[in-house]
């Protein structure tokens, strides 16, 4: 049995530390802030509640499996999308009618939507047998998911096809899947995403919607690699989901099952060290100089502040400033009062000009002019969100990463133009505002230590960054990092990916550390 610390309660570090706990380790996860769960967190005020991190879950079968228990809401219309102008798409949980809506839009556009989401299924298939599936370095240790899709009203986790290879224990459930041959051509290598888009798509606004999905990884897409392409397989093989009270139970879930496994959880508690010689770490410190002794420590912050604070290494800094940050968000939580009719749970507010907006955030450094604005409403389906007769409205903007006392405008300022640019395009909330409540760039990086608020770390910028990031295992025996800004990436599904990927190493690097089968528990 190994002592292990987690430093950090994100949920990369949450899923990691419960399957240590569960293997027979001693966990103690320190967390800074007095919840766990990091960026899937919440803002009350005046009994509106908002969701300020992730909205929205895929992949429930990742938490599932692992005998989390969640509130589940199926949702069928995923998104809508309303372009310049004017017109809508809306896309659903069956491909098929997804598709259709496709072709309503931009006629004969539909078997090419089709066709682009086989592409995507062929990438995520590939991209589980290698990216999804442990250290790019080496060979498969985790089987993520099953990357086969479970037919339309089939629950997360159903077999066949909930996706996930492994147990509740965290150990594999059968043969660990197996790169092949065409992987490395299945996720179109070399290419951008915009340049997939337009091998798909001839109509601009639908070349447009996938270019939407580098901002799932906080990049720009005439930049970003094809790859990410693959979220609609996905989204439209697994469903897009929502955890009824809001998203943030899916962490008061995860902490009550570290709880149960016997994970000691320090709250309020910083650590401000990792202590280890030129081979293998040996605890860490915390803010009130406490050494604490650990056999493994498993960072869950930001790997900058790994290498920049906590173990500092000026080389491993510099590489990680060699990728460029990802974009911040700068968000608008608002109280709406009255009910808005035909409002979906999400929607997205495109720009007239999606090239000009991504040279705003990421070369002139500034917050875009005319934003791409995304609104999420869980009162459509949740009325725990606000009082009764009114709405909570959460509208993300991507910004760059920074200070913004550098914008050209102050953030009230900079709301005033979003909400007017929302009223020309159909959502116009004058008379209705009970109130407005701002997050920034600074809010992130001082709430939650992210590199200039920088919501995923480095950027995916250029075909082959995804090679380039923060591995797992660390330059210590026994160190390793999990979370949004080290492999594979962020958002809810790829840093419990990560933890199940750190616990696998873990369990290659220290097999006779973990407890037997059928020894007692503590």
Known sequence: MAE????????????????????????????????????????????????IGPS????????????????LLELDELCRYRFADGSTLSTYRDPERTAEAVDRLARGEG??????????????????????????????????????????????????????????????????PRPRLGDLLAVAPGRTLHALAGRFFRDARLRQYVDR???YAGSNPYRAPAALGCVPAIEHGDGGWYVRGGLPRLADALAASLGKAGVEIRLETEITEVVADAERVGGVRTALGEAVRADIVIVNADAASLYGRLLPDRARLRRIARLGLSSSAFLILAAVEGRTEGLPHHSVVFSADYRREFGDIFDRRRPPEDPTVYIGCPAVADTTQAPAGAESWSMLVNVPAGDPGRWPRPPEAYAELILDRLASRGHDLSGRLRFLDLLTPADLRDRYGAWGGAIYGGAYDGPFAPFRRPGNRG????????????????????????????????????????????????
């Open 213 to 215: 999905y580098a901002t």
């Open 4 to 51: 292990v610390i987690v430093a950090g309660g994100g949920v990369g570090g949450m899923v990691a530390a419960l399957l240590l706990a569960r293997d027979g380790h001693d966990v103690r996860l320190y967390e800074r802030l007095p919840r766990l769960g990091g960026k899937l967190a919440e803002h009350r005020r005046d009994g509106f509640t908002f969701s």
């Open 111 to 176: 078997r090419n939507w089709r066709a682009y989401h086989r592409w995507a299924e062929r990438c995520l298939d590939a991209s589980a047998r290698t990216f999804f599936a442990g250290p790019l370095s080496g060979p498969v240790v985790e089987p993520p998911f099953r990357p086969e899709g479970r037919r339309p009203g089939d629950r997360p986790g159903d077999r066949p096809g909930g996706r996930q290879g492994g147990r509740a224990d965290g150990q594999p459930n059968g043969p660990l």
């Open 56 to 71: 929205l879950l895929t992949l429930p079968g990742l938490f599932l499996d692992l005998g989390v228990p969640l509130d």
């Open 475 to 522: 330059p210590r025996r026994g160190l390793y990092l999990v979370g949004g800004s080290t492999h594979p990436g962020g958002g809810l599904p790829l840093v419990a990916m990560g933890g199940r990927i750190v616990a696998a190493l873990v369990r290659q690097d220290f097999p006779r550390s973990a407890r037997r089968p059928g020894e007692a528990g503590r």
